[in-house]
Nanobody, 119 residues
Framework: VQLVESGGGLVQPGGSLRLSCAAS????????MYWVRQAPGKGLEWVSS????????LYADSVKGRFTISRDNVKNTLYLQMNSLKSEDTAVYFC?????????????WGQGTLVTISS
């Protein structure tokens, strides 16, 4: 299993970024997928998750209305569109795969991509 995030960078407050996560080594469309972030000096925070088809999505209150999770099951890629970015969104963003038998248990993670929101 391999998950490779990309798309992070430095953005001004109010700006946008789109993160991508390329998946390989497993049947992508059989799994819920997640975005999780870790701000500097803080613990992991769940951001968003999406079901197998992309028809069901969930968001943390802190990002609801600003972030959109999506997936392309042909390209085996997960996305996170982030708009109206705030300084508190600064974090390393990880994509992760849910365990096949244990809901909300994440058994594979990418290396993360750094998002920095600063003027």
């Amino acid at each position: 299993v391999q998950l490779v995030e990309s798309g992070g960078g430095l953005v001004q407050p109010g700006g946008s970024l789109r993160l991508s996560c390329a998946a390989s080594g497993f049947t992508f469309n059989n799994y819920w997928m997640y975005w999780v972030r870790q701000a500097p000096g803080k613990g992991l925070e769940w951001v968003s998750s999406i079901n197998y088809s992309g028809g069901s999505t969930l968001y943390a209150d802190s990002v609801k209305g600003r972030f959109t999770i999506s997936r392309d099951n042909v390209k085996n890629t997960l996305y996170l569109q982030m708009n109206s970015l705030k300084s508190e969104d600064t974090a390393v963003y990880f994509c992760a795969k849910e365990h096949v038998n244990v809901p909300n248990c994440l058994d594979a993670w990418g290396q993360g991509t750094l998002v920095t929101i600063s003027s």
